[in-house]
């Protein structure tokens, strides 16, 4: 009994040393060394998404981080996440930034150490089109039938005004719900429901009514890390060159992004 | 359009049956011994098995696949496994607890004259076993067997979890782009490969039939 205790004693000690070890290093030397910036990210447009038959990644965020990347000397590898793991992906190093239009809430704020906000958001409500008008106020909301994606700033949205809603684990999901008429409407970013509901796009019979708050996007590092200096830097330097607004043209964001 | 989802549903569904075959590779053989530990006369070592085969067959093969992955960094700031690795070490051991229990009713359902037929006749345990006991258990379980790869293939939908880009992912990874059907779709894939292991199962049942 005493030799499986002292055994099992050893053992902890080796693994508490080990984790020692690991932590007390400067987060942008880890990622200097290690050559890549992994980046976590869901496919997300215009933020992060792919080309029709490419398999490159591309959207504002992408291109940005590639610019933070060649910035820092090392390559960047982007890994499509499942966003309910993002703040044990970072903390397990799985990857190194969450960088996908994440909106600054306190819950985000309390999992990992934030950059600046960099881009401005809101959270807006989508019907089917058809019926948009009697949806125009804050008021008339009550009734309907709401899906929104787990955890994310649109259900915050709806639990503060009292609405019940349907969780799904993506906002895409959530578009489904209504496309389908699962739920009678859904709450997700303004950014998204610009670009991928109305004329000419995938949902044509769906349209965005309220909006219920503004909110600010910024990009997400482990705790502590030395990473969030450095991505300040290196926006602040990219804005005054032109670099920024340049990328956000060329995704039609411009109008969101925040002035440094 | 249904040739380019189709491509990238194989692409998913090379994964998914990747998952498949190596998790056999290492369960099938791996639950034999952990059998033979739920059945030693030696008592610790019998109820340490047993305890472990509960924990696994007890809980989650979903959480077991997330703590297989995220629990050495978050518990001990240990680098990962990659995320193909971890969600093969979480099924191998899931699946040989599973299959431990059905090599265990098949060993146990075996008559004892058996054996004792066997020692009359002079031979070893090993070779009672493997002369013996080893064809008869394997007839017997082949419709267990037949019932839990059928579920595996279906199992390895749950990989998704740690971003293991299998079938079902591919297919979700549509609805995004406005396109429902492709999640639907995946049906397909796993109907056909069930169907042949169906098939399969049926072929072996017959040819085991020689001795009733």
Redesign the interface.
């Known amino acids: 009994m005493k030799k499986i205790l002292a055994l099992a004693l050893c053992l902890m000690m080796a693994?508490?040393l080990?984790?020692c070890g690991?932590?007390s290093d400067s987060d942008l030397a880890y990622v200097k060394e290690k050559g890549t910036l992994v980046v976590g990210m869901t496919?997300?447009?215009p933020m992060d998404?792919k080309e029709e038959?490419s398999d490159e990644w591309i959207g504002f965020d992408a291109d940005m981080a590639r610019a933070f990347g060649e910035d820092l000397g090392v390559d960047v590898e982007f890994?499509?996440?499942?966003w309910d793991?993002k703040a044990?992906?970072l903390?397990?190093?799985?990857i190194d930034v969450v960088w996908n239009g994440m909106t600054l809430t306190e819950e985000v704020k309390s999992l990992m150490s934030c950059s600046e906000p960099y881009c401005l958001n809101g959270q807006v409500v989508v019907v089917a089109a058809d019926v948009a008008d009697q949806y125009q106020t804050t008021e008339s909301l009550s009734g309907l039938s709401f899906a929104a994606e787990n955890g994310s700033a649109g259900a915050e949205q709806l639990e503060a005004l009292g609405l019940d809603y349907i969780a799904v684990d993506?906002q895409?999901?959530a578009l489904?719900e209504v496309?389908?008429g699962a739920s009678d409407a859904c709450v997700i970013d303004l950014l998204m429901a610009g670009a991928?509901i109305g004329e000419g796009?995938?949902?044509p019979d769906l349209t965005y009514t309220v909006q219920l708050n503004s909110e600010e996007y910024g990009v997400g590092f482990r705790q502590e890390s030395d990473l969030v200096d450095a991505f300040n830097t290196f926006w602040k330097e990219a804005y005054d060159a032109g670099t920024v607004m340049e990328t956000a043209k060329v995704y039609g964001v411009q109008e969101s992004i925040i002035e440094k | 359009m249904l040739l380019?989802v189709t491509l990238s549903l194989l692409e998913g569904f090379g994964v998914t049956v990747q998952m498949f075959v190596l998790t056999l590779v290492f369960a099938l053989p791996l639950g034999l011994i952990i059998s033979f530990g739920s059945m030693s006369r030696f008592a610790p070592l019998r109820r340490l098995i047993q305890g472990f085969v509960w924990i696994v067959r007890g809980s989650p093969l979903m959480l077991q696949v997330?703590i297989i992955?995220?629990g050495?960094?978050?518990l001990?700031?240990?680098?990962?496994l990659p995320?193909f690795t971890a969600a093969l070490l979480a099924f191998v051991i899931n699946y040989a607890c599973y299959f431990s229990e059905i090599y265990r009713g098949g060993i146990q359902s075996v008559p004892r004259g058996q054996y004792e037929a066997g020692q009359v006749l002079g031979m070893t345990k090993p070779q009672i076993f493997f002369k013996i006991t080893l064809l008869q258990v394997i007839k017997r379980i082949i419709p267990p067997m037949g019932n839990e790869w059928i579920t595996l293939v279906k199992d390895t939908a749950l990989v998704?979890?740690?971003?293991v880009?299998e079938i079902i992912w591919m297919g979700?990874?549509y609805?995004?782009?406005?396109?429902?059907w492709p999640l639907f779709y995946t049906m397909v894939f796993y109907l056909a490969f069930n169907g042949i292991l169906t098939i399969f199962f049926g072929w072996l049942e017959k040819k085991m039939d020689y001795f009733k």
């Open positions: 693994l508490s080990a984790a690991e932590s496919d997300f447009a998404y038959g890994v499509e996440i499942n793991n044990m992906e903390q397990t190093k799985a993506t895409a999901k489904m496309a389908s991928m796009t995938s949902y | 380019d997330l992955f995220y050495p960094g978050l001990f700031g240990l680098p990962l995320r998704r979890v740690i971003s880009y979700e990874s609805i995004k782009k406005g396109m429902i």
